[in-house]
């Protein structure tokens, strides 16, 4: 077992609660993540936490969705859910532009990162080697925080996960893209 797989599993069974103890939503979705992780690195069925969100993120998604009834509002997200379809190819987003007034109203701390404005997000999207829309990520979301296999404590903003970080730095330079601040 290498040092990170030891490491994972000690995270894993720190997030475990006891039979019968009441814990809240977050922590809920978040055990589960850590479980169906595990799993899967267990498995082989992925050699690393980062290759879940690099292919499996709509299966991941839907396995956590199917072991967290209890949550309640927990849904799984993708971009085709905040981008306006301005653009479109087969019944896909390609990527333009982001609907800004939903995410005002749903997530109001979802904002572009870094110096990043709104307009730089939506070329980005738009303008990648391959352009964002509903095949670009699928994470979950309890209507607050936003969750996937390498975040599975949640983020507000879900640019902060690390598959949109990666995403984002391969456009921009990393310290342009590294702090989230209010933009537009």
Aim: aromatic fraction near 8%.
């Amino acid at each position: 077992m290498s040092n990170d797989q030891g490491h994972q599993d000690a995270e894993a069974a720190e997030y475990k609660q006891p039979p019968g103890t009441e814990i809240d939503e977050a922590t809920s979705i978040t055990a589960v993540i850590r479980d169906v992780t595990q799993e899967w690195l267990k498995s082989e069925r992925v050699s690393k936490v980062e290759f879940i969100n690099d292919g499996e993120c709509d299966r991941f998604a839907a396995e956590v969705l199917s072991r967290a009834t209890a949550v309640d509002g927990l849904k799984d997200m993708n971009l085709a859910d905040v981008l306006t379809g301005g653009v479109r190819d087969d019944d896909c987003d390609l990527g333009l532009p982001f609907n800004r007034e939903l995410l005002a109203a749903e997530w109001p701390a979802v904002k572009p990162p870094g110096c990043l404005s709104w307009s730089d997000m939506d070329w980005i999207s738009h303008s990648s080697i391959m352009p964002w829309g509903s095949w670009t990520h699928t994470w979950l979301t309890d209507g607050r925080l936003h969750y996937d296999a390498e975040s599975p404590e949640g983020v507000d903003n879900f640019f902060e996960l690390l598959i949109f970080q990666r995403l984002i730095t391969a456009v921009f330079p990393r310290d342009v893209a590294t702090e989230v601040v209010d933009q537009e």
